[in-house]
């Protein structure tokens, strides 16, 4: 007991570190800077009618179309002439969500006096909690499937191609009609998915777990064959999406090398460059806009079905609008010369920068930057792009030139359409008679404009003396400080090689600088595009992490961070470690692996009912970390043996110290739960066996009459039968928090007529405690199918009575609730105190449970962390097998007692 202060303090740390660690995910993010999207007329959803078997399938279920104005009067008259575009919703979605990308699309297409017209459908799911029961997901994918079959009947054309748009659980729903055997993969080629987790973020039942395997196991197998027409996009919200982690919707990880799958966050989607949370990623202006045109431009008139069907040319479009090219890997020669444009001159520039403002309506000029072959990449900027306005002089005289075809990457700057940039390497061995060459010299021409044109063309130091920083050298002190004062480019390579690294850069700007003070950008190597922007708005200290939104494959390369500068202007960069970001990435990454260390020690704090008094379980819980830890280990570094790597982005050293937090803070909360407990016990014992004792002594004297009953009716559990009956007709949860409560009570009325005859005895106290604490553990872990069950019931009291006996189908805590029923009905009646009903076999018996008890909590901790429903089956099995225990002390109990010496006699 000497140490039980010191675990107290340190499992408080623990648990004050965790509490800011989700604070920092759930507060500490950037602003929302999405725009909203808005209506020009009133927003009208006009119900499809689907075939009568289909309604009496799926009642709850139904078709919308979206409408504006003389839209809506048309779809009333059954009228449909543009080209269909499903939206899928998600968990506890709804139909309406539809609205903003079937607005933009109406306005886009009215706009541009298209004869090609969108009629986007919408699918009401009666706003199911998909995301916590996976029942659903089946039924919603066959719903949809009805309707993809229906669409096609209202245009008269039977094999009409539709576009999917999936938000959340809608994305993998599309992606599950291509497993059905009456869909025609044809029909779909291109797939819109909005902050779907492709990745499971917590299995909440088998039906979940089977409808992943399946999905994952079909498009594996498929992507280069039935698939191989698809294209699918899958947007990750970033950072303020606290229910979707972005690295959850990362395709990569499933497909990799698949070209046609891509992923990305949207704060590096061009012209959306903002976090967007699970709800907003939806109507976000700047994304709406993005898919918007790119699905205007995968039309084609020339087909029957008016949208591309060539893969390749839908993936160019997709990136077009979604992918920014790599900035030193996007430029090439045409393989022609060409002499310049008749100019009046051509104005030269030695070693030196090149920084151009010109003024409206000047005319066109050609200005040349002679570029020494010493200096590394050369830095591109500017607020005007068009093609080939950028060459490559062939002599020092620029009398022929070769013409190169840069795609810039764009960038966020102080104006709405933002800047773009590219970064030419090895421009020397682009030609012949470059190659060799101490300097080159680059042309640039700039038209006549009406707008302000912006050039900034600056030499970079060589790759080789870029300068670079590590998270650990940061996190021993050293100090990481730059100035680069007079340049407009500047980066370093930044090494957070584990996905809780997080560091804050600090940018002081001087006070004479007062617009256009510049612009950051971190880059991540990889499939998967995580880039982050941040405008540099304050006139002095400008603060922004750097952290990594999923795990990241770096190899040979490493993040790196580019400031885009205003040369006139002083800077000021110092970097330090975000300590509250570190938190907060482990709470964002590793949070949902607490609840399986949670049970793990609920389930060790048993070991004391059947281990030798006073014995220290400081090496149990140890054993049972390290047997947990090696089997891991072992599934970590074999791929061949099937298990999830939970650490994953983190060393193995790193895994190991967040392995030892997560037990402690869960053993602290434990102690801190349990002690809770016997202060409720003590609390309501009074009032409980008040109430006991005035109202229910009439069932007492039956109890008393019946105590010399056989023992094998003593021991029916009748309270286990009303627990089955109540979960059978409306939820597991029901019967399991029932019989928790009577448990609760009985425990209370046994602690008051303790107290009243005097006759408490400690080991009573900690069994009835631990008990209490494993069926609150099981009651917290099935609360969700009362979620779901609840929110399926009507608000109206009549009708509450009509679907009360209306349970789930499947239910997963019916089966644990029968266990649980009847254990604690089996532990209500059981000795009141252990010891005194100790047999001959008592000793295996404690053996076998205590073996039991290392194998179950190991299992939890190897296998519950991410299969979050497997705590329960664990669970469950440790239940069965304490029942076994209760029955023999009830058979026990009910024998007379004989002492040593007339077994003697």
């Not at 039977?158 to 869909?183: C, D, M, T, W, Y």
């Not at 102080?414 to 061995?429: A, V």
Request: charged share 20%; net charge neutral.
């Amino acid at each position: 007991m000497r140490y039980l202060p010191l675990k107290l303090v340190l499992g408080a740390v623990s648990l004050g570190l965790f509490a800011l660690g989700l604070w920092d995910v759930l507060a500490n993010f950037e602003p929302n800077l999405c725009q909203m999207t808005y209506m020009f007329e009133y927003p009208n959803y006009v119900p499809i009618e689907m075939d009568e078997s289909v309604v009496k399938r799926f009642p709850q279920y139904g078709l919308y179309v979206y409408g504006e104005g003389a839209r809506t009067a048309a779809y009333e008259r059954k009228v449909y002439s543009g080209i269909p575009v499903l939206f899928i919703p998600g968990n506890a979605g709804s139909y309406r969500q539809g609205r903003s990308i079937g607005s933009v699309l109406l306005r886009m297409s009215e706009k541009r006096q298209n004869s090609v017209k969108f009629d986007v459908f919408t699918i009401d799911f009666n706003e199911e909690l998909a995301a916590l029961y996976g029942g659903f997901l089946s039924s919603q994918t066959d719903f949809v499937l009805k309707c993809l079959l229906h669409i096609p009947s209202l245009y008269g054309r039977p094999h009409q191609k539709e576009i999917l748009i999936g938000h959340s659980v809608g994305g993998l729903i599309a992606r599950g009609l291509f497993l059905k055997p009456g869909f025609d993969t044809s029909t779909v080629n291109t797939i819109f998915t909005l902050s779907t987790p492709h990745q499971p973020i917590l299995l909440v039942d088998a039906e979940m777990e089977e409808f992943y395997a399946d999905i994952d196991d079909y498009w594996s197998r498929s992507a280069n064959s039935t698939l191989k027409d698809v294209v699918m996009v899958s947007f990750a919200g970033g950072h303020r999406d606290v229910l979707v982690r972005s690295d959850r919707s990362d395709l990569s990880g499933l497909f990799a090398g698949n070209e046609r799958f891509l992923s990305m966050t949207t704060t590096s989607i061009p012209a959306v460059w903002a976090s967007t949370d699970h709800l907003c990623i939806v109507w976000c202006k700047q994304l709406t806009l993005a898919v918007a045109k790119a699905i205007f431009e995968m039309l084609d008139g020339k087909t029957k079905t008016g949208l591309v069907e060539d893969v390749d040319r839908r993936l160019e479009t997709a990136r077009k609008y979604f992918v920014n090219p790599k900035p030193d890997q996007n430029f090439t020669a045409d393989g022609t010369t060409e002499k310049p444009r008749d100019l009046a001159d051509i104005r030269f520039e030695n070693s030196g920068p090149l920084r151009l403002n010109t003024k409206k309506y000047q005319p066109a000029s050609a200005h040349a930057l002679v570029v020494d072959g010493s200096v590394g990449d050369i830095f591109i900027r500017s607020n005007h792009w068009r093609p080939k306005w950028i060459s490559l002089c062939l002599d020092a005289s620029c009398s022929g030139r070769l013409p190169l075809n840069i795609s810039p990457t764009r960038v966020p700057w102080f104006s709405e359409n933002g800047q773009f940039y590219t970064l030419l390497s090895d421009p020397w061995k682009i030609h012949p008679s470059s190659s060799g060459s101490s300097r080159i010299v680059l042309l640039f021409e700039l038209p006549k404009s009406e707008d302000v044109i912006t050039l900034q063309v600056e030499p970079t130091p060589t790759k080789e003396s870029i300068p670079s920083i590590s998270f650990w050298e940061v996190l021993l002190g050293v100090t990481q400080r730059f100035q680069p004062t007079g340049s407009s480019y500047f980066r370093l390579h930044v090494d957070l090689q584990e996905i809780w690294h997080a560091l804050h850069v600090d940018v002081t700007v001087s006070d004479q600088c007062k617009t256009n003070r510049g612009m950051a950008r971190f880059t991540v190597p990889g499939p998967f595009r995580q880039d982050t922007y941040k405008l540099l708005q304050h006139q002095r200290l400008n603060r922004f992490p750097l952290k990594l939104q999923a795990p990241a494959k770096l190899g040979d390369s490493f993040p790196q961070l580019e400031l885009f500068l205003n040369a006139e202007c002083a800077y000021d960069v110092t970097i330090t470690v975000a300590w509250l970001d570190v938190l907060g990435q482990v709470a964002r990454f590793y949070a949902v692996q607490l609840p399986a260390f949670f049970a793990a020690v609920v389930v060790m704090h048993l070991l004391p009912l059947y281990c030798q008094e006073g014995r220290s379980l400081l090496l149990d819980h140890v054993l049972v970390n390290v047997v947990a830890g090696v089997v891991l280990l072992f599934n970590r570094n074999f791929a061949e043996v099937s298990g999830d790597d939970i650490f994953a982005g983190s060393s193995i050293p790193s895994a190991v110290a967040m392995w030892a937090a997560f037990y402690l803070t869960t053993y602290s909360m434990v102690s801190l739960f349990e002690t809770a407990l016997l202060a409720m016990v003590a609390l309501y014992s009074f009032p409980i066996h008040w109430i006991a004792r005035r109202f229910v002594s009439r069932l007492q004297s039956m109890q008393r009459r019946t105590s010399t009953w056989p023992a094998r009716v003593s021991i029916f559990p009748l309270f286990a039968v009303f627990v089955t009956v109540l979960s059978y007709v409306t939820c597991g949860e029901n019967g399991i928090l029932l019989a928790l409560l009577l448990y609760f009570a009985k425990v209370c009325y046994n602690k008051r007529n303790s107290v009243i005859s005097l006759s408490t005895t400690t080991s009573e106290v900690v069994e009835n405690t631990k008990i209490l604490l494993l069926a609150v553990l099981v009651t917290m872990l099935n609360v969700i199918p009362t979620l779901v069950w609840t929110k399926r019931l009507p608000s109206g009291l009549p009708g509450l009575i009509r679907s009360s006996y209306s349970g789930l189908d499947p239910d997963p805590s019916f089966t644990v609730s029968i266990v649980v029923g009847i254990v604690l009905d089996f532990a209500m009646r059981k000795g009141t105190n252990r010891r005194a009903t100790l047999t001959r076999f008592s000793g295996i018996f404690d053996l076998l449970m205590v073996l039991v008890i290392y194998g179950v909590a190991a299992a939890t901790l190897v296998y519950a962390q991410r299969v979050f429903y497997l705590i329960t089956v664990f669970m469950s099995v440790l239940l069965m097998v304490m029942s076994c225990d209760f029955v023999r002390r009830i058979f026990t109990d009910s024998q007379p007692l004989v002492s040593s010496d007339e077994k003697t006699r």
